[in-house]
């Protein structure tokens, strides 16, 4: 059970109450990065900026808004993205987040037949940015990356996220599949400012 409060409409101090609905919502008004809380505790005009309270007390989100798709889901960011985000630009008035440099793409099963690739988790790099992203000699395009860091890579909305949260300049390791076998490449994190 979670409560919004905010100002909807002018009245001040208003609570709603709901549940959690959905966690790691992303797709939500073209947001590629945070991964949001959905509630149906109703987030009305007003509200968008007021606190997402839990049980205990605690802030567990700032509500952002309402879905125009449907009637009573409403999305919050979560705490610690919250203030990191706010960290970030306090200290360098803008919001930097990890990039690789490359355009990327859900793999489709005909785009992995064409590729002699077996099942469709992994991502296609459909583009290179090398003199956006500094990256020397790494991706190429039609690579799949199958794995960032350890984590085996299912969406690209999935990837998008980790290397989003990945410190800048970090050099990570990354399995891709390139010319009928794996490869495992070192690329370091560029920055994706906003």
Request: hydrophobic letters at 40%; proline letters at 3%.
């Amino acid at each position: 059970w979670v409560m919004a409060i905010g100002n909807p409409y002018g009245l001040e101090g208003t609570v709603t109450v709901g549940i959690i609905s959905g966690k790691d919502r992303n797709h939500w008004s073209g947001n590629h990065f945070e991964s949001l809380i959905q509630t149906d505790a109703s987030i009305n005009p007003g509200n968008s900026g007021g606190p997402l309270i839990n049980l205990d007390g605690n802030i567990i989100g700032i509500n952002t808004g309402v879905a125009a798709f449907g009637s009573g889901v409403g999305f919050s960011i979560p705490i610690e993205t919250a203030l990191k985000i706010a960290n970030q630009l306090v200290q360098d008035g803008k919001i930097a987040r990890g990039w690789l440099g490359v355009g990327i793409q859900n793999l489709t099963p005909e785009i992995a037949s064409s590729l002699n690739f077996n099942n469709t988790k992994g991502v296609l790099v459909n583009s290179v940015k090398l003199d956006e992203s500094n990256q020397k000699g790494g991706f190429k395009r039609g690579d799949i990356i199958i794995q960032f860091d350890g984590k085996p890579i299912s969406s690209s909305k999935y990837l998008q996220k980790l290397v989003a949260n990945t410190e800048i300049g970090r050099v990570v390791s990354l399995k891709v599949f390139r010319d009928g076998k794996e490869k495992m490449l070192e690329i370091r994190v560029g920055k994706l400012v906003s």
